[in-house]
């Protein structure tokens, strides 16, 4: 063999080998590709499924945010709600204080007046006492009245009737003066004779 041959023997041989080594590189390369291609399938999916999972999670969180705002919306009616109904609370604790306080004045003049309506009630009965005294007093004097009433009419009757035995009696003794005067003016003459 001539050198220039055994040169070219000796390139072959390096060539063959370099292609050797290139295909071996090429071949784990290619099961490289070929792995990654499986894993970037297997992340492809994985990422396919966390975006099913994001987009249910997006949904569940529009509806939650929609729930959370009617909460709220229902959380701020019912807080105004509990506001106004303790405004009412606090009108009717003031209107039942008042009430409380009128009542317990009514109470207190009810008492009163009963007071009074008792304290009536007795005057009432002693002056119903002392009325019954009096008219029984009254009864008294008006039939002590009545009999004085009598006994006056009797009395008048009787100076009636000595008014006219007095008058009579003037009257007997007037005739009886008379009389006497003519009986003394006739002895005068019988004894002047």
């Given amino acids: 063999m001539t050198e220039q041959t055994e040169e070219e023997q000796s390139r072959i041989v390096q060539l063959n080998s370099t292609i050797d080594e290139l295909k071996a590189n090429n071949t784990t390369t290619i099961n490289k590709c070929e792995q990654l291609e499986k894993e970037l399938e297997q992340k492809q999916n994985e990422i396919n499924q966390l975006n099913t ?39 009717v604790k ?35 006492a002392i009325n019954s005294a009096i008219t029984e007093e009254h009864n008294q004097i008006k039939k002590q009245l009545e009999e004085k009433q009598n006994e006056l009419t009797q009395l008048n009757d009787k100076c009636q009737q000595y008014k006219n035995e007095i008058i009579h009696l003037n009257t007997i003794t007037n005739d009886i003066k008379v009389n006497n005067e003519t009986i003394i003016e006739q002895i005068k003459q019988q004894l002047e004779a």
């Fill in 53 to 91: 999972t994001l987009e249910a999670i997006r949904s569940l969180n529009a509806a939650a945010t929609t729930d959370y705002e009617q909460l709220r919306n229902k959380y701020e009616e019912t807080q105004n709600k509990i506001i106004e109904l303790n405004t009412m609370i606090d009108e």
């Fill in 94 to 128: 003031t209107i039942d204080t008042a009430n409380t306080a009128e009542l317990q004045q009514i109470r207190q003049q009810l008492t009163e007046k009963q007071n009074e309506i008792t304290n009536l009630s007795h005057i009432n009965d002693e002056l119903k």
